[in-house]
Each structure stands twice: as C-alpha cells, then as structure tokens.
C-alpha cells in the first residue's frame, strides 16, 4: 500500500520531464506544475498581454456586440501531458484545490453572488483524456464581475483578469436651497466612473469650477446677492457623459430700500397728544424672503430727551403708535423685518405731536413792593411737564379780600383782569404788577401757554402794601336852628387798619376851624353853635398807621326858614319854544321843596323839575296864565306868583269851496278867511281884489287859549284873483285865490278798433285842468263805468276801463272851470272793423286854445307880481307853517274849511298857482293829501 505513492510521484516527474522536452505552444497558456502532469489552459477567449478583459458595464451579450461584452462562458482544460498515465489521472471536483475561483475564493453554489454558472465535462482527445471546466457569465456584464477568475486543478492555475469599464454617473449632488448672504457655502457634486471622471459646475452658461478627479467643489465664500441663479453639475469620462445634476440656489437677505434713495414715511394721517397713525412704503426688495413685519422706531430731538424711545411692531404698511409725549418731536424710521433679518432703516419722518396742556409754572418770587404793585419772578414748568414749547403765559389777578367793611366796588381799579404775556427770550422772567388795590388781598394766578392753550393754573397770594385812606362818604345834615348832624362811612378804600378819624369844622362868618379827634368806631358828630342860619364847612379824613387820609369836605348849615327870590313876576316867551320858569330859593336850610299851582289852570299844564322849576314843552298859547311857586321845610314856608305870557305871529288861511247856489246862472263861491295870532282883533282882517278892500261878514272868537280867531267870508262870482291880508303889530301876511282853468279831455282806445267774439278792448281817457278834473268814462245810457287804472302822468289825469262789447262811450271831465267831453265808438263781435273816433268837437279845441293864452298870460303876471311882493315884504312865511299852525291852534270851527282836492290828489298844476310861482315851495302831493292851496309873503 506504501509503495503506490512513490510509484506515481515517480511516474508525474517521469512524464513532467517528457513534457519539457517537447515542443509546446506559447497560446496554450500551459502551466505546469512540478508535480502534476497537468495542463491547464482557456481555449475559447482571448485576454490582453497583461492578461486582463475589458468589458462596458452593463453591456449586454449580442451579435453585434460580441467584442464589448462577456462571452457565453470562459472554457478551462485540464490534460495529462503523458497520456500513457493519463488513465491514472482522476479529476475530484470536491477537492479544495480543483474547481474555478474568483479572487481567491472558490465559486460554487453556497456562495456564488456573480450569477455565473460552472458545469463540467471529460472527453479524449488525440492527445488523451481532457477534462473542461466551463464557467458561464451571465448575458449583463455587472460590476461585482470586475476581478480576477482563477481556474485550478490541483496545482495547477490559469488567471483570467475581467475589468468592468464604468460609464461616468453622478452620485452625488445638492439639492436646489436658499442660502443666507454673507455666509460661507459649498456646492458638492461626486461622480463615479472610470478615470479621469470630469466633474463641472455651471452657473447658468458660465463654468464656476472643474475636477477630472470625480469630485468638484464650489465654494462661496462669502454669499453673495449675484449668487442667486440655476445651477448644473456635469459628468463624462472616455466610456460616457453622466446626465447633469441641476438645482438653484436663492441668496436671502434682510430687505431692502435699493441704492441710497428711501422711501420716506408717509405724512401721518392723524395725531394728537400722545399717539400717531403712520403709513409705510413697501421695501423695493423683500430679500427673496416674505416680510414678515415692521418696526417703527421714533426717538425724541434732543429737546425732549425726557421723552422715551417708542418701538412700534405692525404686519401690515400702518401703524398706529402710542405712548407718545405730547409737544415733542420725534424723528421716526422703520425697518422691513423677514426670516433672515431687518432691513436698514428709512429716511427719517420729523413728526411734531400736538400740545397738551401745560402743567402749572412755578412762581418763586411774589412780594408787594408798594400799595399799588407786586413783584411776580416766575420759572416755567419742567421741561417733561410742558407738553410742547411754551410760547407765552396768562397771568390773571382777582381781588379775594379788600379788607374794607364796605366790599370792594370796582370804581376806579379792576378787580380782576387776565394779562397775556408772550415770551419773547427765555422761559423764566420777572415782572412787576401794578395797578392793584392799595393794602388788598389778591390772588395771582399764572398759567403757561402752548399750541394748547392755557394750562394748568399756579395759584399764589399776595397782599400789597398800606397807603394813606380813601376818603369816607360824609353826610351833614341840620338838626336844629343852632346844630348841624355829620355822619359818615369808613372809607370804600380804607387802604390799611382804620385807626381812628379827624374832624374839623368852620363856620364862614368868623374863619376859625375847630378840629375833633374821635376814635375808629365813631361816625356821627353833632355840631352845635348859637348862630342860626350859618353855613358851615365840614372836613372828615380818616387814620391809618401811615396817618390822616383824604378828606371829604361837605357844607351844611344851621337851621332857616326858606326865601324865593321875587325880581321877575313876568315871563314872556315865543311860542313854541321849550322854557322853564324858575323858582330860586335864596334860603332854606334844610332845603326846601318846591311845588307849583296855578290859579289859571286847575290841571297844571306844565312840569315840575327837581331844579325847582316848572318846564312847558313847548310853550303855546294854552300855556299863558298864572302861575305860583312854593318853598316850604320845617322852619317855614315862601310863595312867588309869576304871569306866563305868549307871543305869536299871525296867520291866515283861505277855503274857496263852491257853496250854495248859483246867481244869474254864475256860481257863487264863498271865500273863507281865517286868521290866527296872539292878540288880534277883527279890524285887522281884509279881503282885496283889485288893491281894493273888499265887505263880508268877519266873525271873531277867543278862543280857550287866548287866540284870537277872526273868520271873514265874501262871496264872489267871478273867476278872479282875491287876496286876503292879516296885519299885527309885528308883520303882515297875505293869500290869494288861484284863477281856475277850464278842463279838457281826449279819450281813445290801446287796443283795434274792433274786436271779435271772447275778446275785449281797453279805452284810455285823459284829462287837464286846474284844478285838476274829475275824470270818468260812461257809455251812451251816461252809466259811469267801472274804471281799472286811475293815475297821474305829466299833469294829465289818467283813466282806462275794458269793454267786452261794442258802442258809443263818452270821457267826461269836470273841474270848477266847466265840464267837457269826448266820444268814442268801437264796432263789436257782431259789426264790421270800422273805427269811429270820438274827437273833441270844434268848441272843445276853441277852449284848449284860450286855456293855453290864459296860462302864458298867468305866468308873466306872476313873475312880475313876485318882484314886487320880494321888494315890499321883508319876511316870508310857507305854507308848511301855515298848516302847522292850523293843525296846533285848534282852529274850531274853521278846521272844516281847511282846502283839500276834492278828488283826493294834488299835483303841480294845483300848486302852479301865479303866486306859488314866486316861491320854491310847490311840492307835488300824491293820492288822499293836503294840498297848499295859499303862498304867504
């Protein structure tokens, strides 16, 4: 059993020295082991020098691609180089040492991770038996194949080397982020393959960074805004280019307002005293990160640097900020705030809070420097306290004790008064007050002024100095024949402690003054003499600790009966003029009071004053008779007896009313004459025509006043000029008549001639005349018609009246001159369109004609009869007095014949009488008035 070992160690070494000596081939990768007689080779792959397959991953087997990838299977022989042993040449596949490899370690089920496949076969071949060992790859090359492939047979190896090219690809990249600014970052990009693998970072077109080693890095460091943009990693090598990595990157950062130009705040839209509403304006870029907020930030001027820095958060583009302090002026600035920070703040806003009012100033100095006048030194308030700029003060005083029993009456000082002070320098000064009361308690009163208003008020008290006392209020008063009473007051203004009071007195028949000390409680003294009826003067001063006062100085006297003074027992005066008729008392004490009576009148008819004297307003003729004055007081009694008289000239009024009936077909008119004066008698009363004195009837009445009335009347039948003359011991006066003027008259009609069915037409007539006529228009039956306009136009008496229906209307106009008329027919609704026109007939112009020569001729009889009357008379009295006097004189029974238009109007024709020519006294009366019917010279 021992021997077969060394048999077969003999028989390997035999044949392996065979196999030396034989020819063998370089490409049958034979290895021979020195003590097997074993070959082992690959028949069916063809490797490189350095024994190595280079194959793509992932490669996959195909006919047209048989070169780049794995073959079907790697075929492994096994031969004996001497095949006469070969049949002791035995292949065990369970030995450790036979079989196929992969670095080292042998494949076989258990651990075959490759997906490779072994199978084995024997056949024999020309040159003996050969064992193949067959190693089948998979159809994909894969990476786990890359290595070395080891086929042995006992000693026996043969390697095959089998590369797997990689195709470059990219492992690793960063994703898409937002980076901060100012901060340090990389950008990683790792890619695989076989190298040199060249990794890229792009930004945008532009290459940043390069790496053939794999791996590139980019830095930045540090961040900055430009870095904001999109990003790609590329990767190739010799085999591929990896499909590029891309991502972008957003460079954060605080916001912010671009360049050096901010946006400013917004003007507020309100404030008051301690907040205000403000707007922003949005940042021009919220650094690629939402605004989250705003922060206001207002920090007082270094005048209020009392006043605390406010912050104020919002989230939106307002804010309403609080805790202010009222007057100050804070600069303002706000910051844009998003997840990475705050922006820089923005142009300031100086914003001025509205005042509050002031706090109270201080008042450090406050003495009396005299009676009338205090120092005030005052400091205004702490600054924190003002509540904006103090531009002025208000100092107000009030008197609160004038120390004075009688009150204080504002008399000749202000008991109060409000002084505005405006701070021109400086916020503390020092004035001086005067003006006050002397030795009174005041309350001064200073307050600080700012865009609010007065403040609060700072409240002091002072009282200024003593001074000499006011005068007292004294009366004296008689008590006796022989003693006069004095009593008196403490002074209104006593200006200090009363400490007593000085009287003095002197009577003014000796001179001599008697002087009385009496003390502060005293105010009455009794001064008594033996002389009756004797004045005296009469001095009280009152004492303070400066010494006597003012004195008040009063007269009074002894005891007396009164006395009138009787010189004048006539009073004459013009009538209608104001008067007082005296009653002088030239003794009497104490006064006497006076009272009036008259013998005359029961009713007194004047008034008395408290003068003593009886006024008349005014005196007339009523006033005159007799009058007494009486002065009584408890010593006696006095009476005056005076006679009023009263003077009043002439005047004289005429009434030419048609009265009664008619003498040989003439009229007859009455001419009434009234006269009026004070004394008068009838002799004095003439009617003239002609320069010659005319007879009538003359009444003569005295009337209750003393007035003597005379009333002459004469009948006359002619249309002549009468004059009617009043004489006094002082003037005369005369009035005439006016000469009457025929009247004449016009009518026609405003509308056509005639007129149709549902219309009508309006006729106007016209009418002259002086005095002026009484104008009417009746129809054919005489019916007077009902007129709608009567007026007056240029002289002319105006009327019109609307027919509706056609025929004969006659315009009718009268006045003391004689009647007139006019016809007029118009064609109605049922007759044809002819007008006839009623003209005035042939007499009618006849009497126009006359009229017209006899008013030329009035005219120059007048101008020439004025000349004379001027040159004759030296006074004139109007018209206006002559109603006057008639309207106070109460003429009685001549008050009826007083001239009125009979129709109710007056104009210039009526007036234009020859002798109103003379004067500048005719006035044109309108409607229901009292025409001047005479012009007195």
């Given amino acids: 059993m021992e021997a077969v070992p060394v048999i077969r160690v003999l028989l390997v070494l035999c044949l392996a020295g065979a196999a030396v000596c034989q020819n063998a081939s370089p490409s049958d990768f034979l290895l021979r082991l020195s003590t097997f007689p074993v070959q082992v080779a690959f028949n069916n792959i063809t490797v490189g020098t350095d024994g190595t397959f280079n194959v793509l991953e992932n490669a996959t087997r195909t006919p047209a691609n048989a070169i780049a990838a794995l073959p079907d299977s790697v075929i492994c022989e096994a031969r004996a180089r001497l095949p006469a042993l070969f049949g002791m040449f035995s292949i065990n596949l369970e030995n450790p040492y036979v079989g196929w490899f992969f670095n080292g370690e042998k494949i076989f089920a258990g651990n075959n991770t490759l997906g490779v496949n072994i199978t084995f076969s024997s056949f024999m071949s020309s040159s003996g038996l050969v064992h193949e060992y067959l190693l089948h790859f998979p159809t994909v090359a894969t990476r786990n194949l890359d290595g070395r492939f080891t086929c042995q047979v006992e000693r026996d190896t043969a390697n095959l080397n089998v590369h797997v090219q990689i195709r470059a690809k990219i492992l690793q990249a960063n994703e898409s982020a937002n980076i901060t600014i100012n901060t340090t970052r990389s950008l990683e990009c790792v890619a695989e393959g076989d190298h040199p693998v060249d990794v890229v970072w792009y930004q945008g077109n532009t290459e940043r960074v390069r790496s053939n080693n794999g791996r590139a890095v980019l830095t930045f460091s540090p961040v900055e805004r430009s870095d904001t943009g999109n990003y790609t990693c590329e990767a190739s090598n010799a085999f591929a280019t990896a499909a590029p ?181 400086g916020l503390a000064g020092s004035m001086i007050l005067r003006g006050l009361r002397r030795y009174t308690d005041y309350d001064i009163t200073l307050q600080a002024v700012n865009r609010a208003g007065p403040g609060a008020e700072l409240v002091m008290a002072v009282r200024t100095l003593e001074d000499v006392s006011g005068p007292p209020a004294v009366t004296a008063a008689t008590l006796s024949r022989t003693s006069i009473r004095v009593q008196w007051d403490v002074p209104t203004e006593p200006n200090g402690v009363i400490l007593g009071y000085n009287l003095s007195y002197r009577a003014t028949i000796d001179g001599n003054d008697t002087f009385v000390n009496l003390t502060a409680g005293t105010r009455q003294f009794d001064i008594v003499d033996e002389i009756e009826d004797t004045v005296y003067t009469i001095g009280v001063t009152a004492i303070n600790s400066l010494g006597l006062g003012l004195p008040t100085v009063v007269n009074a006297s002894t005891g007396a009966s009164p006395a009138i003074d009787k010189t004048t027992v006539i009073y004459t005066y013009t009538a209608f003029t104001n008067q007082n008729v005296p009653c002088v008392t030239t003794r009497g004490s104490p006064r006497p009071m006076i009272l009036w009576s008259s013998s005359t009148f029961p009713s007194l008819n004047g008034t008395a004053n408290a003068d003593g004297s009886l006024s008349f307003s005014p005196v007339q003729t009523a006033t005159v008779g007799t009058y007494t004055c009486t002065a009584t007081n408890i010593y006696g009694m006095d009476t005056h007896t005076v006679d009023v008289r009263v003077q009043s000239g002439p005047m004289v009024l005429i009434d030419d009313t048609v009265q009664g009936p008619t003498l040989s077909g003439t009229a007859l008119y009455t001419l009434i004459c009234t006269g009026v004066a004070f004394p008068l008698s009838a002799s004095q009363l003439v009617w003239m025509q002609g320069g010659q004195e005319l007879a009538g009837n003359a009444v003569t009445t005295t009337l209750p006043n003393g007035v003597i009335q005379v009333v002459r009347t004469i009948a006359v039948a002619g249309n002549a000029e009468y004059t009617c003359r ?80 056609g025929g004969l209307f006659v315009c009718v106009a009268s006045n003391r001159g004689g009647e007139v008329n006019s016809t007029l027919t118009i064609q109605g609704p049922e007759g044809s369109t002819s007008l006839i026109s009623g003209l005035p007939d042939m007499w009618l112009w006849v009497i126009i004609g006359v009229v017209g020569a006899l008013l030329l001729l009035i005219v120059i009889v007048c101008v020439c009869r004025c000349r004379k009357s001027r040159s004759s008379h030296s006074k004139t009295y109007r018209v206006k007095d002559e109603l006057h006097m008639n309207r106070d004189y109460s003429l009685g029974q001549t008050s009826g014949h007083q001239r009125q238009n009979r129709y109710g109007i007056c104009i210039d024709l009526v007036c234009l009488r020859p002798v109103c020519m003379c004067v500048s006294e005719c006035t044109t009366y309108l409607l229901s008035c009292r025409c001047p019917s005479v012009v007195v010279h």
């Fill in 726 to 805: 009043i004489s006094s011991p002082s003037t005369q006066m005369e009035a005439r008549n006016v000469p009457w003027v025929p009247a004449a008259v016009q009518m026609f009609t405003t509308s056509r001639a005639s007129f149709g069915e549902g219309e009508n037409a309006t006729l106007l007539c016209l009418g002259a005349g002086s005095p002026f006529p009484l104008v009417r228009i009746t129809d054919a039956a005489g019916t007077t018609l009902p007129m709608s306009t009567i007026m007056l136009r240029n002289n002319v008496v105006e009327v019109s009246t609307t027919v509706t229906s």
């Fill in 245 to 425: 990595r891309n991502l972008s990157l957003t460079v954060q950062e605080p916001p912010t307002f671009g360049g050096t130009v901010f946006p400013s705040l917004s003007a507020p839209d309100t404030f008051n005293t301690t907040a205000a509403a403000v707007k922003y304006t949005a940042p021009s870029m919220d650094g690629n990160s939402p605004v989250v907020s705003y922060l206001l930030t207002c920090r007082p001027l270094a005048a209020y640097s009392f006043a605390p820095v406010i912050n104020a958060s919002s989230v939106t583009l307002a804010v309403t900020v609080t805790g202010l302090h009222p007057g100050a002026t804070y600069t303002c600035t706000y910051q844009a705030i998003n997840g990475i920070g705050a922006s820089n703040p923005s142009q300031p806003l100086n914003l001025r809070l509205d005042d509050a009012t002031s706090a109270a100033p201080a008042i450090s100095v406050l003495s009396a420097v005299s009676s009338t006048a205090v120092n005030i030194t005052y400091q205004p308030p702490a600054a924190e306290m003002r509540f904006g700029d103090v531009t002025g003060y208000i100092l107000s005083y009030n008197v609160t004790n004038c120390n004075a029993p009688s009150g204080c009456p504002c008399v000749s000082y202000a008991c109060s008064t409000d002084a505005e002070m405006t701070v021109t320098s």
